[in-house]
Every structure is written in structure tokens, then in C-alpha cells.
């Protein structure tokens, strides 16, 4: 419903049927937009006016509504708009020899309102990117720090907003009156008596480490006279490293008995089961006096 009514409203005007490149190209431009016919047709500054108060329309009625949709760029379109239809009335307002270009209101004037609403500073990192260019730094700025404190003042960002709105679980900032009994110092929070392994031990060190605390991982430190943290090893590794150590050599003798064993079970299985042919192959013995037979048989 609310994609029909969308495209029902804004498909008269050319302008909305641009992508978002093709638009923030348009407004971030250094010329007039004369040449433009869906912009300067029937007015310039009524396309701008009608351009901003839509996309606020359309865009506070998708992100209200229980739908997947984007907030950054929609309202980066609304600021851009907004500083190009503020640069264009001062044109119209001033003289020949003091036209400005209104493209960089635009710029100025999406980073403001995109930083406003999300409270992200780096929105004029983006910009800088975006446009390749760095005229306009100080005056961009001046207005992203501004936008974002002035919202501050008023009301949350947009996405803490919503997270109100949807009741989902976030964690509230303490105010000042709350930190007053959280001010501790170090030796307050930090437990002395934390048990490292140096980076040069033994295997007896690592055994009476593992019985001494039941921690699933421990410090690793330069040695125990110079505890500089090198890194951190887990309980289960250790485990491992000393049963291969203990065990491993019985493992290895007991694994190679059991593979003669099975080679002796083969070699008595392949006898067992070749022995009745190779009696019927074995040549019979000649019988003693054939030839004399035989000779008297020929005689």
C-alpha cells in the first residue's frame, strides 16, 4: 500500500523518478538549472519545495511503518534539496555580479541535515568522498558540528528513536547525577592477585598453575620478574600440552602394539585361509618301480 501510494504521488514529477545518484549529481551541480526541463518546469524553486516536502512525507511514513527500509539516504536527498532551494533564493534575491553557486548550499546543506538526524560526525567524511573536493570544508564543517549539537539539545537520534519506539533493549547513557558513586581509583577495581604464567616456564609450572585457580585462561608475561603482558593463553590448551607431555610416549607404545597386534591377526588370517591350497598344490611324490612296471608292460 504505502509503495503504490508512493508511486501514484510522485510519478508526475520527473525528478522523483531519478535514481538517488542521478538527483544528488543534480543538486550537488554547479549550474543553473535552466537546462534541466523536469526541474525548471513549471518552477524551479516549486519542484525544490515540492521535492522536500514529499521525500519528508514518504520517508517518516516508511520509517514509522513495520517495513525494511533505509533512513540515510532519503534524508541525505532531503538536506541536499533544502540547501539547493536556500541557494537559489538567494540568486533570485541578489544581483547579476552576485550569483552564488548554489550546489554548495546542497552540499552543505545534506551533510547538516544527514548528520543531524543520525548524530554522526563522520557524515562530513563522507561528503568529502563523495564529492572529491575540499572547497567547502570550514563552512561543512561548522554546520555538521552545529546540527549534531543543536540535536542533542532536542531529542535523540533517529535510531535511538526507534529503539524507544520498538522497545528494544539498549543501554541508557548515566546522567551526571548518577556517576557520582561510580568515582573509584585503580586499586579500588584492579585485583592484585591475578595468577600469570611467564613465557619461560616448566611444565611443574604449569601444574601447580592449574591447580592453584580454575580460571578458563590466564596471562601470559615476559617472566615473573618483569610482568609485561606478552599475551594470554586458555586453560584448555594448557590441559592439552600437559597430557600430551604425561601421556604421550605411553599413547605412542601402547598405538604401535596395537598395530603388531593386527598385523600378526592379519598374517594368521591370510594362513589360515591359503594353507588347504597350497597342500592341494604340492606335487605328489613319484611311486618307487614305475619304470620296471613300465618295462615289463613294454616287454
Known amino acids: ?30 549550474e543553473p538549472f535552466d537546462f534541466t526541463a523536469r526541474w525548471s518546469n513549471p518552477s524551479l524553486l516549486l519542484n525544490l519545495g515540492i521535492f522536500t516536502v514529499c521525500k519528508f512525507a514518504f520517508t517518516c511514513i516508511a520509517v514509522g511503518a513495520p517495513i525494511s ?8 536527498l532531503i538536506g541536499a534539496a533544502s540547501g539547493r532551494f536556500f541557494g537559489e533564493v538567494i540568486n533570485l534575491l541578489s544581483s547579476e555580479e552576485g550569483q552564488i ?10 551533510a547538516a541535515m544527514a548528520a543531524g538526524v543520525t548524530r554522526t ?22 554546520a555538521v558540528l552545529l546540527a549534531c549539537g543543536v ?17 528494544l533493549p539498549f543501554l541508557q547513557p548515566l546522567e551526571a547525577h548518577q556517576t557520582k ?32 585457580s580454575d580460571a578458563s585462561e590466564f596471562p601470559l608475561v615476559e617472566s615473573a620478574t618483569s610482568p609485561l603482558l606478552v599475551g594470554a593463553v ?7 600440552l600437559l597430557a600430551r607431555q604425561m601421556f604421550g610416549p605411553a599413547r605412542e607404545q601402547a598405538g604401535v602394539i596395537e598395530q603388531l597386534r593386527d598385523r600378526l591377526k592379519r598374517r594368521l588370517s591370510d594362513l589360515s585361509g591359503t ?20 618295462g615289463m608292460r613294454g616287454f
Open 181 to 212: 558513586g561510580l568515582c573509584a581509583s585503580h586499586p579500588e577495581v584492579m585485583d592484585p592477585g591475578v595468577l600469570a604464567l611467564a613465557r619461560h616456564c616448566t611444565y611443574g609450572d604449569i601444574h601447580s598453575l592449574l591447580k592453584q
Open 151 to 167: 540535536g542533542n539539545l532536542i531529542n535523540d537520534s533517529i535510531y535511538d528513536t526507534m529503539m524507544k519506539l520498538n522497545q
Open 101 to 110: 553557486t548554489a550546489g554548495g548550499y546542497a552540499v552543505v546543506g545534506a
Open 275 to 294: 594353507a588347504p591350497l597350497a597342500r592341494l598344490r604340492r606335487p605328489t611324490p613319484p611311486l618307487h618301480g614305475m619304470h620296471g612296471m613300465h
Open 121 to 142: 560526525i563522520s557524515t562530513a567524511v563522507i561528503v568529502f568522498e563523495l564529492t572529491g573536493q575540499l572547497n567547502h570544508m570550514l563552512p561543512l564543517l561548522v
Open 1 to 30: 500500500v504505502v509503495a503504490f501510494a508512493t508511486a501514484m504521488l510522485t510519478f508526475p514529477f520527473g525528478f522523483f523518478r531519478s535514481s538517488p545518484q542521478d538527483v544528488t549529481n543534480e543538486l550537488f551541480g554547479s
Open 69 to 76: 527500509c533505509g533512513v540515510y539516504t532519503p534524508v541525505f
Open 234 to 240: 586458555r586453560r584448555s590448551g594448557l590441559e592439552q
